[in-house]
């Protein structure tokens, strides 16, 4: 039977998984590091201790490394699963049913240290607890995104497919942004007087607000309905071959690596130039997400009409060019001869935009590459194409967060912040990188 194309209450169900598993992924990202050393006038304690190994590592990238990794090797393990399984309800959404609630479980465990000042115990805590988290994460959502290989029966349907799950995406980090800014209501209507308190009511809340959304597609998106009947797929080793060996695949998987490792880098450190470069409060960091994420949802408009007219590959390489720019101008924050307000606001616009384009279209591409290996074999290797992607991803990711801990050991504080003004050149470098490598992409003609 052939597979019904997918309706406009479906693409909403698929943007909502976005929301949850967004939710989650960004409070990790950008408050793992400031919960756990936040910069001297955050009004809380270090939950680590902040020791430098060779010189260069700390306690918190090493953990952070370890967890990644991982997650990366268990990523295409769960990917190949996917891909092979035979289910009454469907290859993927088995997998989402399983791994929503422990994903959001133990995202919120992260956050509860077992002391709440520096100690070796929080050390085991965090290096158990995120490996878990990790492993759920991925089991939720390298399923997820192979349903819009699936259900994405034509360029333009893969686009509005990815269009969604980045609204959904943008949405999650408006509101995994927004916790400084509840940490603030908290602490006024006096529910508590402690700020990692009010920061840990803050992170169980969104995460039940997460488990939700998540579970949305879960339970009320039918797969084989708008999913066709897959051919089995290769071995595992077959698939990872064939995923190892796409030129473009490899190509496109560099490029989304260093981009990655730059995204890493400036999220982890955006509570740090809100607080400790620009000397702004935290909640103010909020009004500034917002700002962005809503420069990128019109956008999006845009990048929606032209995805499937124009060549993806020369809009991502302006784009990752764009963002190199961006991301360099936050080493000068602070020191430009204009209100701090005025420079965050700046420098959101014009990340907000070619951040759209970067939003959508790789999906899309991973998408087309696995349409093409199908039409080429005849398997189905969708869960892998996407689960290599997120094997990069993370790569990408570890290597991001582990190059922003390491950079604290240079400057975190007020007046002390050469490792944060670091962190915004490494940013541009790797984009840089990104753009170079992506150029190398062969693209079907438009």
């Known amino acids: 039977m052939e597979p019904q194309t997918l309706p406009r209450r479906g693409l909403i169900s698929y943007g909502l998984g976005a929301l949850g598993w967004s939710i989650s992924i960004n409070i990790i990202s950008v408050l793992l590091n400031y919960i756990y050393l936040p910069p001297s006038n955050a009004g809380m304690k270090n939950l680590i201790p902040q020791i430098a190994l060779f010189g260069l590592f700390n306690i918190i990238s090493i953990i ?11 990523d295409p393990l769960i990917a190949h699963l996917s891909d092979s399984w035979k289910g009454k309800i469907g290859r993927r959404i088995p997998f989402m049913r399983l791994a929503f ?8 465990l992260i956050f509860l240290p077992i002391r709440p000042h520096e100690s070796n115990f929080n050390i085991i805590w965090l290096a158990v607890i995120q490996l878990l988290y990790y492993f759920f994460f991925g089991l939720y959502v390298i399923p997820y995104n192979a349903l819009l290989a699936e259900m994405g029966h034509d360029t333009q349907a893969k686009i509005d497919l990815s269009t969604a799950q980045s609204i959904g995406f943008m949405f999650g980090i408006i509101l995994s942004s927004s916790s400084p800014a509840i940490v603030s209501a908290i602490m006024h209507f006096s529910i508590t007087n402690d700020r990692l308190v009010a920061y840990q009511y803050t992170i169980i809340g969104l995460n039940i607000l997460a488990a939700a959304c998540m579970a949305y597609p879960a339970f009320f998106l ?17 698939s990872l071959k064939t995923a190892l060996t796409n030129r473009n695949f490899m190509v496109f998987a560099v490029a989304d690596a260093s981009y990655f490792m730059s995204i890493a880098i400036i999220s982890a450190g955006l509570m740090y130039y809100i607080k400790a470069m620009l000397f702004l409060d935290e909640w103010i960091g909020t009004l500034f997400v917002f700002i962005m994420v809503s420069i990128t949802l019109i956008f999006y408009v845009v990048v929606n ?32 001869p204009f209100s701090p307000y005025i420079q965050v606001t700046l420098l959101m616009i014009s990340f907000g935009i070619p951040n759209a384009f970067l939003g959508i279209l790789p999906t899309t591409v991973i998408a087309d590459i696995a349409q093409q290996d199908l039409k080429e074999t005849g398997e189905h290797k969708e869960g892998m194409f996407f689960g290599m992607r997120a094997f990069f991803q993370k790569i990408g990711q570890t290597a991001g967060v582990t190059v922003f801990a390491m950079l604290t050991l240079y400057g975190k504080d007020p007046h002390n912040d050469l490792g944060l003004r670091l962190s915004g050149a490494a940013g541009g470098i790797l984009c840089l990188i990104a753009a170079f ?10």
């Open 64 to 74: 952070l490394f370890t967890g990644r990794g991982f997650d990366a090797v268990v």
């Open 101 to 108: 609630l422990p994903a959001s479980f133990f995202c919120a």
């Open 222 to 238: 039918d797969e084989k309905k708008y999913c066709s009947t897959p051919k089995a797929s290769d071995s595992f080793f077959k």
């Open 305 to 336: 009409r032209l995805g499937s007219r124009f060549s993806k590959k020369k809009m991502m390489v302006w784009s990752f060019l764009a963002v190199a720019v961006v991301f360099s101008e936050i080493s000068f924050l602070g020191k430009f």
């Open 437 to 446: 490598a992506y150029s190398k992409y062969r693209e079907e003609p438009v």
